[in-house]
């Protein structure tokens, strides 16, 4: 397996970086996963673009360029001859004095690692069951809204729904409304209205989730960004998760109640797939 980093291509057992890599030391870097369709980067600019926003943020003063990142990208799936993949790009501040000091740091350190997609699991077929957790996204961090490599909330939220038996974790903002999953974003179907909280309700703004909300508008659903009640949930008709790697997953429990997987998330899965096809054809 080969592994980009910091502009060579190296085998996986050479892939290795300073102990005073700042992302080692502090969490302080960015990353994104997605998906490679056909040998094209699903979205890839949205990618990018995230990633920018995430390095503004934070302060970077050296942003690498989009043009750079997106060679590392194809150079890493074309050096493991991958066409449908899944793609990790890390950045990290780079290398700097033992001290949490970002302006001592060099450039941002960049990896990239790519990998076969796994079959879907028949779990994600058929539905995962979620659980309300009681780890808060915190509204006045501006943390939430980035893919930041600091992913230990998230962890410590996702073991406490593995703990109860449940594939993903919802989390509720510090306000007590509704705003994501570990690792994705949530949608309800109540009367045949979509709703998602919106961008304020402390979410990573998904890329999956902004595609459903257009594929839906295309398909004239009635799609509501706005602050969701968690009781909402408990009467929602359907429920589904959004990420670029798990693209759209049925809920088929949410806390106790069991809901079916429904019309409109079927609708919009397939709306999905027909969609990932027409922009992955042809050459990139
Ligand atoms: N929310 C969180 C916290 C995530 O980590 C992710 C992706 O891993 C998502 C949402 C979904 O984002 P995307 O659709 O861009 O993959």
């Known amino acids: ?87 990790r790009l890390t950045l990290s501040r780079g290398i700097g004095a ?21 079959a879907r699991a028949s779990t994600v077929e058929e539905g995962w069951k979620v659980v309300t957790v009681s780890l808060r996204r915190n509204l006045s961090s501006p943390l939430c809204k980035i893919k930041s490599a600091n992913y230990l909330d998230n962890m410590l939220a996702r073991s406490e729904a593995r703990q109860q038996g449940a594939q993903e974790g919802i989390m509720l903002n510090t306000d007590g409304y509704l705003a994501e999953g570990t690792m994705s974003n949530i949608f309800l179907v109540s009367s045949g209205k979509l709703i998602t909280p919106d961008a304020g309700s402390g979410i990573l703004p998904g890329i999956t989730r902004d595609v459903v909300i257009k ?58 797939q027909e969609h990932v096809l027409s922009v992955s054809c042809g050459e990139r």
């Open 1 to 87: 397996k080969m592994i980009y980093v910091n502009g060579r291509l190296v085998d996986e057992t050479e892939a290795v970086l300073s102990a005073l890599d700042h992302g080692f030391l502090y969490g302080h870097g960015l990353f994104e996963t997605m998906r490679a369709y056909n040998g094209k980067v699903f979205c890839l600019d949205a990618h990018l673009e995230r990633l920018e926003y995430g390095m503004r943020i934070l302060g970077w003063t050296e942003i690498p360029g989009r043009r750079d990142l997106s060679e590392a990208v194809y150079g890493t799936l074309a050096a493991n001859g991958l066409k449908e993949a899944s793609v």
């Open 98 to 118: 033992p001290r949490p000091d970002a302006a001592t740091c060099g450039s941002p350190t960049v990896v990239v690692f790519a990998g076969p997609v796994a």
């Open 215 to 272: 594929l839906a508008r295309r398909l004239s659903i009635t799609t509501e960004e706005r602050a969701v009640l968690p009781v909402e949930m408990d009467k929602a008709d359907e429920i589904f998760l959004t990420s670029s790697i798990m693209e759209i997953i049925p809920v088929i429990c949410c806390n106790q109640h069991s809901l079916i997987k429904g019309n409109i998330t079927a609708l919009l899965a397939k709306a999905y």
